[in-house]
């Protein structure tokens, strides 16, 4: 992507569980699902070992918050003219909310337990997004974030 986006798009750099990453540009009033069929039928020749079998199973992360489908980028208020980094991961579902209308939490001493443990283990790719993966599995993205900080 060059380094001029222009002033009426936003360019998403879209981070995958491997630590790739790629830069594609979108309007105010593309969703995320609109996100998610765009870069599925895009699909980065150097992402093939990341390939999934439908668009419908990529979820997009912003701030620790998994999207749903029907957010569009202007509701998120991203700035027009500029790059925001989200992370693309492949998911059936989204958490489920609690009665409170948050995400189900994972207690703070098993996510210090993984995140140390991941710290510790020699990988290829980052361990933080190891443990956001985890995190995404686990439906806490949002609990996750705040160890990564």
């Known amino acids: 992507m060059t380094s001029s986006t222009p002033a009426d798009m936003i360019n998403l750099r879209l981070i995958l569980v491997s630590g790739k990453t790629k830069e594609f540009l979108f309007s105010p009033n593309d969703s995320a699902a609109d996100i998610a069929k765009h870069v ?19 979820r997009l992360i912003y701030q620790g918050r998994f999207l749903h489908g029907n957010v569009t980028l202007g509701a998120l208020k991203l700035p027009l003219g500029k790059t925001t ?13 609690n009665s409170q209308g948050n995400q189900r939490s994972v207690s703070v001493l098993s996510f210090e337990k993984a995140f140390h443990t991941l710290n510790n283990f020699k990988c290829s790719a980052p361990s933080h997004y190891l443990f956001l993966h985890m995190a995404s599995v686990l439906g806490t993205a949002s609990s996750a974030n705040n160890w990564l900080l």
């Open 85 to 97: 980094v989200m992370h693309l991961v492949a998911r059936e579902t989204l958490p489920e909310p």
């Open 40 to 58: 599925y039928d895009n699909w980065p020749m150097d992402w093939e070992e990341e390939q999934v079998s439908s668009p419908n199973i990529l």
